[in-house]
């Protein structure tokens, strides 16, 4: 795993923009991301790059106790947002929230 690297899909790709989504959910396979780093990020579609995010930190957290800041904080409600997990990672109960800012976009 290239740990300079993030991708997200491409709807939420505004939100990220406009600073209105300042966290991602993921699984145990990306809890590697260093706080302090800058990586680059782009579409998971397509690879197509569109803004550099700062890690400022990686938590763990349950599926069970996600609550609704950190729904705020994706621009989506509760109900939204496990909606969203469960389609990507189905079943999974351990999950990290990397919490970034925007450095830069094109
Ligand atoms: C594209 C990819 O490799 N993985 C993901 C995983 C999650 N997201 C988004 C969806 C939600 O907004 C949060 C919560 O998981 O992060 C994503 O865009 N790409």
New binding site residues.
Partial sequence: MDWSKM???ER?EADILSGK?T????DEA?KGYVPGSVVQVST?EDDRWFCELKILSVTPIKFSELTEFHAEQ?N?TLPQ?KD??QE??PGIESLYVIQYQLVSDH
């Fill in positions: 991708t997200f899909f939420f989504k966290i991602t959910i993921r990306e998971y994706e989506m947002l969203v997990i990507i990672y």
